[in-house]
C-alpha cells in the first residue's frame, strides 16, 4: 500500500475536458487523474473501453496526470484507471 496519510487509499480521477472535440466525425476525450488530495499522478494506466466492454486504446498519463485519445467514434466509453498501490477505479464518458 503506497504510504501518504490518505486513510484507505483509491484512486480519484476527473475530466477537466471530458471529450469533445469532433472533427471530420472522430472525437477526443482527454482528463486528467488525481490522488485524494488533488495532486497529479503521473503514470496511472488509463484504459478505454467500448460499450461491449472490450478495450479500445490505452494509455499512460503524463507527468502532469493528463491522458488523452483522439479519433474516437461517437458513442458511450468506460474509462478505467489503474495504478499499483491504488483501487482501480472506472467512470463512463460520452465522445461526440
Same mark, same amino acid.
Given at each position: ?25 472522430? &472525437?477526443?476525450?482527454?482528463? !486528467? *487523474? ?9 503514470? @496511472?494506466?488509463?484504459?478505454?473501453? $467500448? ?19 483522439e479519433?474516437? &467514434?461517437?458513442?458511450?466509453? !468506460? *474509462? ?8 482501480t477505479? @472506472?467512470?463512463?464518458?460520452?465522445? $461526440?
Amino acid at each position: 500500500m503506497r504510504s501518504g496519510g490518505y486513510g484507505p487509499l483509491f484512486l480519484h480521477f476527473v475530466f477537466l475536458f471530458l471529450m469533445s472535440t469532433v472533427v471530420a466525425s472522430a &472525437a477526443t476525450l482527454q482528463g !486528467t *487523474v488525481l490522488d485524494p488530495k488533488g495532486a497529479n499522478i503521473p503514470d @496511472a494506466q488509463v484504459r478505454l473501453l $467500448g460499450p461491449q466492454g472490450a478495450e479500445v486504446a490505452h494509455t499512460l498519463t503524463n507527468n502532469r496526470g493528463h491522458f488523452r485519445f483522439e479519433g474516437l &467514434a461517437a458513442g458511450m466509453y !468506460t *474509462v478505467e484507471i489503474s495504478l499499483t498501490g491504488f483501487e482501480t477505479t @472506472a467512470s463512463k464518458a460520452r465522445s $461526440g
